[in-house]
T-cell receptor, first 109, second 114 residues
Framework: AQRVTQPEKLLSVFKGAPVELKCNYS??????LFWYVQYSRQRLQLLLR??SRESIKGFTADLNKGETSFHLKKPFAQEEDSAMYYC???????????FGKGTKLSVKP | EPEVTQTPSHQVTQMGQEVILRCVPI?????FYWYRQILGQKVEFLVS????????KSEIFDDQFSVERPDGSNFTLKIRSTKLEDSAMYFC????????????FGEGSRLTVL
C-alpha cells in the first residue's frame, strides 16, 4: 500500500538550530515525493520536490531509496519557518497526492 | 499571481442538509481535485477530475458526494445529505498538466455539520 509517514506531530527548535523533519514512504515503483508547507492561515503550497533537487528557503530534501525516506532539512532555522509541513507522494497518472499527517514546526526566538 | 479560490470560507449546516462548496481553479489548468482534512488528521484525497469527468475517486467519495464543472470556471463539490463526520476543511486544487506538475491549492472551505 502507498503510504507516507511523518512520525513527529510537533517539532520545536530554537532560532539558528538545525532542523530535520522526517518522512518515510511506502510505494511500489519509483516514487515522486514532495514537501508542502502551510503557514498560519494560508493555503498549502509546494515547498520542494525531489526531482528538481533544489533548495528553497534554505530547505533541502534528499530521496533515500534504501531507507525509503525523504527527510526535510535546514541547517539554521528561522522564526518564519514556523508552519505545518506535509510530505506527499504522487500516485498514478492523474497526479493524486498522498499526504503524511504533517509535522508542526515551531521555531522559538 | 493566479490563485485557486474557494467559497465559502466557512459554512455551518444542519445534519441532512445539502452543501455545495465552490472552487475556481487557475484558468489554464486542466486537472482538478478535492481533498479534505478532518481536524487533527491528515489531508485526504477525495476525487480528481479531468476532461469533464471523474478520473479517480477514493473510498471516502461515496454516493453522497458529487462534483461538477458547470461552466468554464467553477468546480463544485456537492454533499447531498451531510453527516456529522463530514465536518472538515475541504481543499480544492488544480494542476495544468499531468505527471509532475505542481498542485495549486485553495485556502479551503471549513464545513461544520451540527
Amino acid at each position: 500500500a502507498q503510504r507516507v509517514t511523518q512520525p513527529e506531530k510537533l517539532l520545536s527548535v530554537f532560532k539558528g538550530a538545525p532542523v530535520e523533519l522526517k518522512c518515510n514512504y511506502s510505494y511500489s515503483g519509483s516514487p515522486e515525493l514532495f514537501w508542502y508547507v502551510q503557514y498560519s492561515r494560508q493555503r498549502l503550497q509546494l515547498l520542494l520536490r525531489h526531482i528538481s533537487r533544489e533548495s528553497i528557503k534554505g530547505f533541502t530534501a534528499d530521496l533515500n531509496k534504501g531507507e525509503t525516506s525523504f527527510h526535510l532539512k535546514k541547517p539554521f532555522a528561522q522564526e518564519e519557518d514556523s508552519a505545518m509541513y506535509y510530505c506527499a507522494l504522487i500516485r498514478g497518472s492523474q497526479g493524486n497526492l498522498i499526504f503524511g499527517k504533517g509535522t508542526k514546526l515551531s521555531v522559538k526566538p | 499571481e493566479p490563485e485557486v479560490t474557494q467559497t465559502p470560507s466557512h459554512q455551518v449546516t444542519q445534519m441532512g442538509q445539502e452543501v455545495i462548496l465552490r472552487c475556481v481553479p487557475i484558468s489554464n489548468h486542466l486537472y482538478f481535485y478535492w481533498y479534505r482534512q478532518i481536524l487533527g488528521q491528515k489531508v485526504e484525497f477525495l476525487v480528481s477530475f479531468y476532461n469533464n469527468e471523474i478520473s479517480e475517486k477514493s473510498e471516502i467519495f461515496d454516493d453522497q458526494f458529487s462534483v461538477e464543472r458547470p461552466d468554464g470556471s467553477n468546480f463544485t463539490l456537492k454533499i447531498r445529505s451531510t453527516k456529522l463526520e463530514d465536518s472538515a476543511m475541504y481543499f480544492c486544487a488544480s494542476r495544468w498538466r499531468e505527471g509532475t506538475g505542481e498542485l495549486f491549492f485553495g485556502e479551503g472551505s471549513r464545513l461544520t455539520v451540527l
